[in-house]
Nanobody, 124 residues
């Protein structure tokens, strides 16, 4: 059983910062990748950032490159998403996700496990 629990969402003014956390429990030793996705009101869920466990490769959506940083704390089984220079278009529910199917994971593979999400609101 895998559980992913997000925290750190909230309301922040444009230009501000937030740091999201995702605490993983269960079969975390089997993970090949963890990442973040988001879903804005009325839109489909989209990829934001991910980190591959073996090798540490990171992936970012073009819309967040240079503003968001994904990182991990192995000892705490936790992944973080540091979000800087936030914009109103970053408003969304942010979901933590993990995958244990593909040793050479890349964003095209998607994710198997999902958290319940945390809301980030950046007023215009």
């Amino acid at each position: 059983q895998v559980q992913l629990v997000e925290s750190g969402g909230g309301l922040v003014q444009a230009g501000g910062s937030l740091n999201l956390s995702c605490a993983a429990s269960g079969r975390t030793f089997s993970f090949y990748a963890m990442g973040w996705f988001r879903q804005a009101p009325g839109k489909e869920r989209e990829f934001v950032a991910a980190l591959r466990w073996n090798g540490g490769s990171t992936y970012y959506a073009d819309s967040v490159k240079g503003r968001f940083t994904i990182s991990r704390d192995n000892a705490k089984n936790t992944v973080y998403l540091q979000m800087n220079s936030l914009k109103p278009e970053d408003t969304a529910v942010y979901y933590c996700a993990a995958d244990d199917r593909y040793s050479r994971w890349s964003p095209q593979h998607g994710m198997r496990y999902w958290g319940k999400g945390t809301l980030v609101t950046v007023p215009s």
